[in-house]
């Protein structure tokens, strides 16, 4: 957990959604103890506001001023990559090849990051983040603002698609997200679903 440029623990954590806040459960790697996060969003999951409490579970804090450490985390979306060159090299869809790979819209527009990690807040794994939403505009798999993406110039997933979504490893375009194949190289989307948690 980080607080402005200081960690303040370091370990695991899964957050977990409740009705009014979220809570995230974890272990600090360097003591073994177990913490638990108490932590909110103003601005629609872009960053978290939360506060450390060395309990093993929520149900176990007795005083809410008890919490031994303050935190912010922010969301950044990485800046756009300089255009893609006229041939791209292609990559292997085996998911080890393609982790950490980020997504970019023909626009620009930062579309996520392939990673097995599904809790990742730009993973296109997340079904409840930007990026892996169907009622989010920044993720491949929406449903909103397109009458249908199986027709639109820009959706991953049409075979009519002029502009497809572009995947980059290491600020290098590597090949098109399309089911379209006119578009070479490519990366069907759907063979990324063993990847990214998908079925």
Not at 130 to 157: K, L, M, N, Y
Request: proline share 9%; aromatic share 10%; with cysteine.
């Amino acid at each position: 957990m980080l607080q402005g440029t200081v960690v303040v623990d370091v370990g695991r954590f899964e957050v977990q959604s409740t009705e009014t806040v979220f809570v995230a459960f974890g272990q600090s790697t360097t003591l073994g103890s177990r913490f638990v996060a108490i932590m909110d969003t103003l601005d629609a999951g872009r960053s978290f506001l939360g506060i450390l409490y060395d309990v093993d579970s929520p149900e176990k804090i007795r005083d809410p001023d008890s919490w031994y450490a303050g935190f912010e985390v922010s969301v950044s979306v990485p800046a756009p990559p300089p255009p893609p060159p006229a041939l791209l090299p292609g990559i292997s869809t085996a998911c080890a090849a393609v982790e950490g790979a980020v997504i970019f819209a023909d626009d620009g527009t930062f579309l996520g990051r392939i990673t097995s990690n599904t809790f990742a807040a730009d993973s296109i794994g997340n079904p409840f983040g930007r990026h892996g939403g169907e009622f989010s505009s920044t993720s491949i798999f929406t449903r909103v603002g397109q009458v249908d993406s199986e027709f639109s110039a820009t959706s991953a997933f049409s075979e009519f698609a002029t502009r497809p979504p572009i995947i980059f490893l290491n600020n290098r375009a590597i090949a098109f997200l399309t089911v379209n194949p006119t578009r070479t190289p490519l990366i069907d989307p759907r063979a990324l679903f063993p990847c990214i948690g998908r079925r």
